[in-house]
């Protein structure tokens, strides 16, 4: 049975920083990334990686947002710097399965930014 595991959200003032882990467990993954989703809005793509050097950034965190993964322990981690209380949102891990290639998802870690 596949599940991802979120840890790292948490309440912080802006210009501080967050690392969020992720842990999934029960198959093998290709990719590995982080989406958000804040109130009232759609969820959105923050970054992805595929093996240790093929990332893909939104152009909203570029520069501020760094992730980084563990292939051999399927941990992947998203460094947040310079918080800003637009980043305030919950952020979800996913996972695309080798074998399947179908999408998973964990349950989301609240990320809050207070000015």
């Known amino acids: 049975q596949v599940q991802l595991v979120e840890s790292g959200g948490g309440l912080v003032q802006a210009g501080g920083s967050l690392r969020l882990s992720c842990t999934a467990s029960?198959?093998?993954?290709?990719?590995m990334g982080w989406y958000r989703q804040a109130p009232g809005k759609q969820r959105e793509l923050v970054a992805t990686?595929?093996?240790?050097?093929?990332?893909n950034y939104a152009d909203s965190v570029k520069g501020r947002f760094t992730i980084s993964g563990d292939n051999t322990k399927n941990m992947v981690y998203l460094l947040i710097n310079s918080l800003k209380p637009e980043d305030t949102a919950v952020y979800y891990c996913?996972?695309?399965?080798?074998?399947?290639?179908?999408?998973?998802w964990g349950q989301g870690t609240q990320v809050t930014v207070s000015s």
């Open positions: 996913t996972a695309q399965e080798m074998v399947s290639w179908s999408w998973y």
């Open positions: 029960g198959s093998l993954f290709i990719t």
């Open positions: 990686i595929t093996g240790r050097t093929d990332i």
